[in-house]
């Protein structure tokens, strides 16, 4: 089966035609492996996987990067908001891109790149009773670090397991890479 590509185009922008529609055949192919799988909390290794794909392009500037994220699962209530404490997403030539279905499929999505934005964003939705379950800060600042290893290409602590078998999933569903072989 080839994966239509539904990834949002128009966040991707500031990529040539070509490069886009195959990033987005790409990451389609992987929402649809996650989704299929129920995968989740696997931001890291979906990075991983598609910075690992990409790298080779030199026209583009890739940046693994650490966000903090608040949003709604669909069929929620409005007043019932995700937060997600940490995130690894990534920049292609300064557009975001989610490789994690989990995230990417929330609705009303707010990405942080710092945690001050963040926690002002958090403290102005006047919640009742937010509390931080763990040090949020702490854990952001790990993310921040582990980027910065997946752009130097020194990061390996990944589930390879799970990368392996996505890999494989994105091989087989898009025509671009099967032609490849």
């Known amino acids: 089966m080839i994966m239509p590509f539904n990834y949002k185009m128009e966040e991707l922008a500031n990529i040539p035609a070509a490069t886009k529609t195959l990033i987005a055949k790409q990451v389609s192919a992987m929402h649809e492996y996650q989704k299929i799988n129920n ?76 945690y001050k934005d963040y926690i002002e964003y958090i403290n102005s939705l006047e919640l009742d009773n937010y509390k931080e379950e763990v040090n949020v800060r702490s854990l952001f600042n790990d993310f921040v670090d582990i980027a910065k290893l997946i752009n130097a290409d020194k990061y390996y602590s990944i589930n390879t397991e799970y990368y392996d078998k996505q890999a494989e999933y994105v091989d087989e569903n898009v025509e671009e890479f099967r032609e490849c072989k």
Not at 40 to 65: P, V
Not at 70 to 96: A, T
Not at 102 to 110: A, L, R, W, Y
């Open 39 to 114: 995968i989740k909390r696997q931001c890291i290794t979906n990075t991983k996987y598609l910075f690992d794909c990409i790298k080779l392009n030199k026209s583009l500037d890739i940046k693994a990067t650490a966000t903090l994220v608040i949003g709604q699962r669909s069929g929620y209530p409005e007043k019932h908001i995700r937060i997600i404490g940490w995130h690894m997403v990534l920049l292609i030539n300064g557009e975001l891109i989610d490789p994690s279905y989990e995230v990417d499929s929330m609705i009303n999505k707010k990405y942080f790149y710092t």
